[in-house]
């Protein structure tokens, strides 16, 4: 379980979209600060929509087996 919350802490650290790509696509709009609990959330819903596609359907198939066997 320790190496799972490790996993997790290097994902949300490191794994974060380009500053630049968001301030390009609303240049005239200041950034607003995002608290770190909104942005696991937000993260965490990304993740979920983005295995509800059906072309993720193997992925979420194989992360079910992985489940099931841990």
């Not at 990304?46 to 992925?59: C, E, I, N």
Request: proline residues 7%; charged residues 15%.
């Amino acid at each position: 379980m320790i190496t799972n919350l490790g996993f997790i802490a290097v994902i949300y650290a490191w794994c974060r979209p380009a500053v630049g790509a968001a301030l390009d696509a609303t240049p005239d709009l200041p950034a607003a600060p995002e608290g770190r609990l909104r942005h696991f959330g937000r993260s965490f819903a990304d993740g979920f929509r983005f295995l509800a596609q059906p072309a993720q359907r193997s992925l979420l198939a194989l992360l079910a087996g992985a489940w099931m066997a841990w």
